[in-house]
């Protein structure tokens, strides 16, 4: 079944089954909507709304001056595609059209065979990280451990050197000699 997940700005992940009957569903921060947010400040009272159309599901902007994003572009309405980043407001939402991939099925599940347990088959929910940007970390050749250790020293050097020409100026300024004088007498 198509479903909706909203993350608000603390990381919560609330989770919305969409309907499939043409209603459509009335996001905002009002009581009166059919997704009463009223913990999300910067909702509007009728922030946006969705309803099931020809292309397909389709978020749409219900106030004027209500902010939707559709991967960082502002939109007034948009087809919801699965794995895409919709902002509303300091929320996000993201889009599952309830499909079970090859990858997502268990192969020793005996009731993935039978297409009438597949309805009643529960989709694990994905825990979703705050920023979807840092979830992959690469390191190029030049990180080695080699590199990293001249690097470190490189800056333990650099940072001795410019104490020690501190040290020589303000004893300079103290006494008009040279620091490096006195060290190598």
């Known amino acids: 079944m198509p479903a909706i997940d909203i993350i608000d700005p603390a990381g919560n992940n609330y989770r919305y089954e ?11 921060s009002a009581e009166d909507c ?28 219900a106030t004027p001056g209500a902010t939707l ?3 960082g572009q502002p939109s007034e309405a948009v087809v919801l595609v699965p794995r895409v980043v919709y902002n509303i407001g ?3 939402i993201m889009f599952d059209d309830g499909t079970v991939t090859a990858a997502e099925e268990s192969p020793d599940d005996p009731a993935a065979e039978s297409p009438a347990s597949q309805k009643k088959k529960k989709k694990k929910k994905k825990k979703v ?3 979807p940007l840092g979830a992959s970390i690469s390191y190029t050749e030049e990180d080695s451990v080699l590199h ?10 650099i940072l001795a050197a410019f ?7 303000r004893y300079w300024m103290m006494t008009g000699e040279f620091l490096i004088d006195e060290l190598l007498k």
């Open 90 to 92: 300091t929320s996000i």
């Open 18 to 28: 969409l309907p499939e009957d043409g209603s459509v569903l009335l996001i905002g």
């Open 148 to 157: 990293i250790i001249f690097r470190r020293l490189y800056v333990i050097f």
């Open 34 to 61: 059919s997704i009463s947010l009223p913990h999300i400040t910067d909702l509007l009272p009728q922030h946006c709304t969705i309803a099931l159309q020809d292309e397909g599901y389709v978020i749409s902007v």
């Open 129 to 131: 990280s705050g920023s």
């Open 163 to 169: 104490f020690l020409a501190g040290l020589t100026l």
């Open 69 to 71: 994003l559709a991967e």
